[in-house]
């Protein structure tokens, strides 16, 4: 059977839907039940499942979006903006330690999502109340981290360029100080974190290749052989793929040379 992948928004997460109309192409927009309601979405990706355990576990796709579904999304997108503003006003008759990013109502309006950010933990249960009497609806109030309020609220990197948690990062994956080192890169914390305080992302890009090139060079101060005979590694550039060489015959200065060139006897 085929399924569909969705995303909902922007640099947003992508979720597996059972296809049971075979009138969805990618790119359609379409509605589907989600754990929080009923919400628009966009296809992505087509593509056979076989299994009967990852089909069982999948919410169907209930349709395609309507133009009526779209003027609901938009006057929702419209309304969300407005109990954003409220939001706020009501956090700050509260006095509350806390600071509202987004607000976002399910299409069929079954329930508001407020996503906000707060250094420690905020009892919110009053808000809550006053919210619900003005919107019927469920409230839904959630805390997030560093790295979604930059992925949320967007902003420019250290390249210059637009943040790629913004732009196309769906999921955050594991970023660690090891790749840094692995890049020989300053491990001053100002040097290799992103502008939500956390470790650059984009570390995570180059890192399989850089584990790939240190089992291809040799290490730092190994003795290799050359066509001048034997040297010493001295420093290594792993984009350039390149190795320099300190000659035990001191009638050779030092020189960058393609490891490729070296010879592994």
């Known amino acids: 059977m085929q399924i569909a992948l969705v995303q909902f928004e922007k640099a947003g997460k992508r979720y597996f839907f059972e296809l049971n109309n075979n009138d969805i192409n990618v790119d359609d927009i379409v509605v589907v039940e989600t754990v929080l309601g009923l919400e628009i979405g966009k296809v992505v990706q087509l593509k056979e499942e076989k299994d009967i355990k990852v089909l069982k576990a999948l919410k169907p796709i209930i349709r395609k979006a309507s133009v009526e579904d779209l003027n609901q999304m938009k006057q929702n997108d419209e309304d969300a903006l407005e109990a954003l503003f409220k939001t706020d006003e009501l956090i700050n008759e509260l006095k509350l330690d806390m600071k509202a990013l987004k607000s976002e109502f399910t299409l069929d309006r079954s329930r508001l999502i407020i996503y906000f950010k707060a250094e420690n933990r905020v009892d919110f249960r009053e808000l809550v109340r006053e919210l619900s009497v003005i919107y019927h609806t469920r409230i839904e109030l959630r805390q997030?981290?560093?790295r979604d309020v930059a992925k949320m609220v967007g902003g420019l990197g250290p390249c210059g360029r637009v943040l790629c948690c913004h732009t196309f990062i769906g999921e955050f994956e594991p970023v660690t100080i090891t790749m840094a080192k692995n890049q020989?890169?300053?491990l001053n914390p100002a040097n290799?974190?992103?502008i939500c305080g956390r470790l650059l992302c984009c570390l995570k890009y180059?890192?399989?290749v850089?584990?790939?090139?240190?089992e291809l060079?040799?290490?730092l101060f190994e003795i290799?052989?050359?066509k001048k005979g034997l040297g010493k590694v001295i420093d290594i550039n792993f984009i350039k793929s390149q190795v320099k060489i300190e000659y035990k015959n001191e009638e050779f200065s030092n020189e960058w040379l393609d490891y490729k060139t070296l010879d592994n006897r």
């Open 144 to 146: 997030i981290g560093p």
């Open 184 to 186: 020989e890169l300053s």
């Open 192 to 194: 290799i974190s992103g």
């Open 206 to 208: 180059e890192d399989s």
């Open 210 to 214: 850089y584990e790939e090139m240190k």
């Open 217 to 219: 060079m040799p290490d």
């Open 224 to 226: 290799v052989h050359t």
